[in-house]
């Protein structure tokens, strides 16, 4: 680096006597004391192979912004999810991240602070998750240490992210025109001399037109080829090989020959085909950033679905504020037309909501009061009244948000071999283009460069390159749209090759209810009875608590304190100051081991003073669950029900819906050891389930499908997440999967078919450099539309009776 220059930041070093920062035993000029402390603290880590790695210099560093604010609890609700006591998370968007090599100093430095759980960045989307132990260190000092690094963190808002990608638009947009206005000039040059061949032309004329075509095709290089530029260098420094590098290669090279040829005399010249190279290898970067950015805009759109003001009710009247000032237990309005703020339930009237963003359900659904809402669905109905449950980083849309966000950090298997593949046909295609040298050197000298260019360009893995991450691009985005979330990168590839369904059944293929002509209340009303379930299932994210809030939506509204769930037992808390307990018998009536056999598996609410009411919980079949098990049985896929419910319901459900294999009254182990069986049978198997003891089975199937309304477990341990109720949305997961597959097999096969046709062509002359491009381009293009084909038509499923609602006692 440039001694003028700040080995930290690249800015210009002061005139005044040098500030020196040293790393890995050297003394460094730096610009200012904070890209000193920034190099030294990289260097104190042992991270200053990152100024070897990285592909541009850091930002300036003037001194460590005050990130105090974080830690407010306001802008903490709205930001900072807290999954327990020791563990939170937080998504942010970050400036000045360029490329892996950030990302590589990123990780490793934040990983090394006490306090840090997990760090995860998506350098392509400048985000950077963060998992920390707020007892040990705060947030504040967290995102402090990031800047240090020379990158600025801001809060994952929608303006942040408009921004963010308007740059990103902006930079490829102005590279792109400088390219095509070079190409057509270059192109201009290039008729001209060509048709002086044949017609005779002054050969001052014929330099004047050689000079133009060199002041017009510098640009295009040095500014437009850019990328490619700074690409193959970061991948020589990290030692591994992909497509920028034949790229940055063929550019230079045919250049270099050009302008040498300019400046002694020489014959050819090649400045038209290599603008126009540049120009179609910048037309393809620019489709698949725009798929890019399509993929994108589903989970962006989530982020945009939060409001930002909402309308509380006080003594006073409505008072419009800030959604960060909202308050569990505060009731808001929300108008016709307007997005509901926060998670919370109806308070009334019945309404129509339109989650179609958050769920898939195209069709507004119709709520009744006490039912549950979620922040950024659209009020069709209004205005409303809403009781907050949930505020900002706490709801439902931001935890959609985070599960994409973690997915698209990863990299998947096929993505990973995808590379491995390219790298390796990078150094094939480098063999060729030197023994294609050497030959024509041989044989005809005059003729060398433009075959080895021909070789070097006609050759680029891009196809290879794009041909699995755009196929995976296009099925999460499309899936996301349709309410079924890819959590893991893997579980596409997984749930296409599945060739047996396990299914839980409580709140999976059934839906729980409590009747209200069955609940035998012993004290108080019925009503009454129904308020006190629904106050104390009111955080409870089960099926049955579900069905109790829907049972207790019309009785009067109740609010519970002090809430205690004991799993595999029940909830108590405290409502009006009396204590109350719902569950099973022996939890509810404080008697363990006591005789509850006449209570059967009803839920017993009960107080100090004895039983207050049972309910007796009955079930019915989901709407299309018998259309999804004759659909996956008519493809050839077994399905069988692993449940821990008693062995008469489960064989009942099973008749209902045809199915042979099923297990009742099975732990978690129990389910495991069933899993295991499968496995080592050679099956490759999908789980799908929704309770807190479906999690070991799902985080240990080969493909994880979570229910939307399930526990947050069984969401954290799957691997894909159907956002609604709808079961037919697995159907179009299945299709969609395979159908991914199949594009992504033609992708390569037409990049392997491409590359095996083209090169012996380009190898023996006949493909000339300026064809070569467009051919390398073009096929990069084939693959990108191609994969935008997946999900393009809608799936459509055999037609199947609703099934009756069949109550089981």
């Given at each position: 680096?440039?001694?003028?220059?700040?080995?930290?930041?690249?800015?210009?070093?002061?005139?005044?006597?040098?500030?020196?920062?040293?790393?890995?035993?050297?003394?460094?000029?730096?610009?200012?004391?904070?890209?000193?402390?920034?190099?030294?603290?990289?260097?104190?880590?042992?991270?200053?192979?990152?100024?070897?790695?990285?592909?541009?210099?850091?930002?300036?560093?003037?001194?460590?912004?005050?990130?105090?604010?974080?830690?407010?609890?306001a802008l903490a609700r709205l930001h900072v999810r807290s999954t327990s006591a020791d563990r939170a998370q937080v998504i942010v968007l970050v400036d000045g991240l360029r490329c892996s090599a950030c990302a590589w100093l990123i990780e490793r430095a934040l990983r090394g602070i006490d306090g840090v759980l997990d760090v995860g960045v998506n350098a392509l989307a400048r985000r950077v998750s963060l998992e920390f132990d707020p007892r040990r260190i705060k947030l504040s000092s967290l995102l402090a240490a990031l800047s240090r690094l020379g990158y600025v963190p801001h809060p994952l808002t929608a303006g942040m992210i408009d921004s963010q990608r308007q740059r990103e638009s902006r930079a490829a947009l102005k590279r792109l025109v400088v390219a095509g206005l070079g190409t057509m000039q270059a192109m201009m040059m290039a008729v001209a001399l060509y048709a002086g061949v044949f017609d005779g032309i002054d050969p001052a004329v014929r330099e004047?037109?050689?000079?133009?075509?060199?002041?017009?095709?510098?640009?295009?290089?040095?500014?437009?080829?850019?990328?490619?530029?700074?690409?193959?260098?970061?991948?020589?420094?990290?030692?591994?090989?992909?497509?920028?590098?034949?790229?940055?290669?063929?550019?230079?090279?045919?250049?270099?020959?050009?302008?040498?040829?300019?400046?002694?005399?020489?014959?050819?010249?090649?400045?038209?085909?290599?603008?126009?190279?540049?120009?179609?290898?910048?037309?393809?970067?620019?489709?698949?950033?725009?798929?890019?950015?399509?993929?994108?805009?589903?989970?962006?759109?989530?982020?945009?679905?939060?409001?930002?003001?909402?309308?509380?009710?006080?003594?006073?009247?409505?008072?419009?504020?800030?959604?960060?000032?909202?308050?569990?237990?505060?009731?808001?309005?929300?108008?016709?037309?307007?997005?509901?703020?926060?998670?919370?339930?109806?308070?009334?009237?019945?309404?129509?909501?339109?989650?179609?963003?958050?769920?898939?359900?195209?069709?507004?659904?119709?709520?009744?009061?006490?039912?549950?809402?979620?922040?950024?669905s659209l009020v069709i109905d209004g205005p409303i009244e809403v009781i907050v449950r949930h505020i900002g980083a706490d709801t439902v849309l931001a935890g959609i948000v985070r599960m994409v966000t973690r997915a698209a950090s990863e990299r998947p298997a096929l993505a990973r071999l995808a590379d491995a593949r390219a790298a390796r046909f990078v150094v094939r295609v480098l063999a060729a283009t030197l023994i294609t040298t050497l030959?024509?050197?041989?044989?005809?000298?005059?003729?060398?460069?433009?075959?080895?260019?021909?070789?070097?360009?006609?050759?680029?893995?891009?196809?290879?390159?794009?041909?699995?991450?755009?196929?995976?691009?296009?099925?999460?985005?499309?899936?996301?749209?349709?309410?079924?979330?890819?959590?893991?990168?893997?579980?596409?590839?997984?749930?296409?090759?599945?060739?047996?369904?396990?299914?839980?059944?409580?709140?999976?293929?059934?839906?729980?209810?409590?009747?209200?002509?069955?609940?035998?209340?012993?004290?108080?009303?019925?009503?009454?009875?129904?308020?006190?379930?629904?106050?104390l299932e009111q955080s409870n994210s089960h099926p049955?608590?579900?069905?109790?809030?829907?049972?207790?939506?019309?009785?009067?509204?109740?609010?519970?304190?002090?809430?205690?769930?004991?799993?595999?037992?029940?909830?108590?808390g405290d409502i009006e100051g009396i204590r109350y307990r719902l569950g099973r018998a022996d939890f509810s009536l404080h008697a363990p081991g006591a005789d509850t056999a006449g209570d059967g598996d009803a839920l017993v609410l009960a107080d100090p003073d004895g039983v207050i009411a049972r309910f007796p919980p009955s079930e019915q079949l989901r709407p299309a669950a018998a259309t999804l098990i004759r659909t996956l049985g008519d493809a050839g896929i077994k399905c069988e029900i692993l449940s821990g419910?008693?062995?008469?319901?489960?064989?009942?459900?099973?008749?209902?819906?045809?199915?042979?294999?099923?297990?009742?009254?099975?732990?978690?182990?129990?389910?495991?050891?069933?899993?295991?069986?499968?496995?080592?049978?050679?099956?490759?198997?999908?789980?799908?389930?929704?309770?807190?003891?479906?999690?070991?089975?799902?985080?240990?199937?080969?493909?994880?499908?979570?229910?939307?309304?399930?526990?947050?477990?069984a969401h954290a341990a799957s691997g894909i997440l159907l956002a609604s109720s709808r079961l037919e949305s697995l159907l179009e997961a299945r299709h969609v999967a395979a159908e991914m597959l199949v594009r992504l097999k033609q992708n390569l096969n037409w990049a392997l078919a491409y590359n095996l046709s083209a090169v012996p062509l380009a190898a023996l002359g006949f493909v000339p450099p300026w064809l070569a491009a467009i051919g390398m381009s073009a096929s990069s293009i084939v693959v990108i539309l191609n994969s935008l084909r997946i999900g393009r038509h809608a799936t459509a499923w055999p037609d199947a009776p609703r099934p009756v609602s069949e109550a089981v006692a």
């Open positions: 680096m440039n001694a003028q220059a700040c080995f930290h930041c690249g800015e210009a070093n002061p005139d005044s006597a040098p500030i020196l920062a040293r790393v890995q035993g050297r003394q460094h000029a730096v610009c200012c004391p904070g890209c000193k402390a920034a190099a030294e603290w990289i260097e104190t880590l042992g991270l200053a192979d990152y100024y070897r790695l990285r592909s541009g210099p850091a930002q300036r560093h003037d001194g460590v912004a005050d990130h105090a604010a974080w830690d407010r609890p004047f037109f050689r000079w133009i075509g060199f002041l017009v095709a510098t640009p295009v290089v040095l500014y437009s080829a850019q990328p490619f530029f700074r690409g193959a260098v970061r991948e020589w420094r990290a030692r591994r090989l992909s497509m920028d590098t034949p790229v940055a290669l063929a550019v230079a090279l045919i250049y270099l020959a050009s302008m040498i040829n300019v400046f002694v005399g020489g014959h050819e010249i090649y400045f038209d085909s290599v603008s126009m190279f540049v120009l179609f290898l910048l037309l393809g970067r620019h489709l698949a950033m725009r798929a890019r950015h399509r993929a994108g805009d589903v989970v962006d759109a989530l982020a945009r679905l939060q409001p930002v003001l909402a309308e509380r009710r006080e003594a006073a009247g409505y008072t419009t504020i800030a959604v960060h000032e909202l308050e569990a237990g505060d009731i808001v309005r929300v108008g016709s037309g307007a997005a509901i703020p926060a998670d919370g339930e109806l308070l009334g009237p019945r309404c129509r909501i339109d989650e179609s963003l958050l769920s898939g359900e195209s069709t507004p659904i119709a709520r009744e009061p006490g039912q549950a809402l979620i922040a950024g030959a024509w050197a041989w044989f005809d000298p005059g003729r060398a460069l433009p075959a080895a260019l021909a070789v070097l360009v006609v050759s680029c893995p891009c196809a290879f390159a794009l041909a699995v991450p755009s196929a995976l691009t296009r099925a999460v985005a499309v899936l996301a749209q349709r309410g079924v979330l890819v959590v893991d990168a893997d579980a596409l590839e997984a749930l296409a090759r599945a060739d047996r369904f396990i299914f839980d059944k409580t709140g999976t293929l059934t839906e729980p209810n409590f009747e209200r002509a069955r609940v035998e209340v012993i004290r108080g009303s019925l009503e009454q009875a129904l308020g006190i379930a629904a106050a049955l608590g579900l069905a109790l809030r829907r049972a207790g939506a019309s009785a009067p509204l109740k609010t519970a304190t002090a809430l205690r769930h004991v799993q595999g037992a029940g909830v108590e419910d008693r062995a008469a319901r489960v064989a009942h459900i099973a008749g209902l819906l045809a199915i042979d294999e099923f297990t009742a009254a099975a732990s978690p182990v129990d389910k495991l050891a069933r899993l295991a069986v499968l496995r080592a049978q050679g099956h490759v198997v999908a789980m799908v389930g929704d309770g807190i003891n479906d999690a070991p089975v799902l985080a240990a199937a080969d493909v994880a499908i979570a229910i939307g309304e399930g526990s947050a477990m």
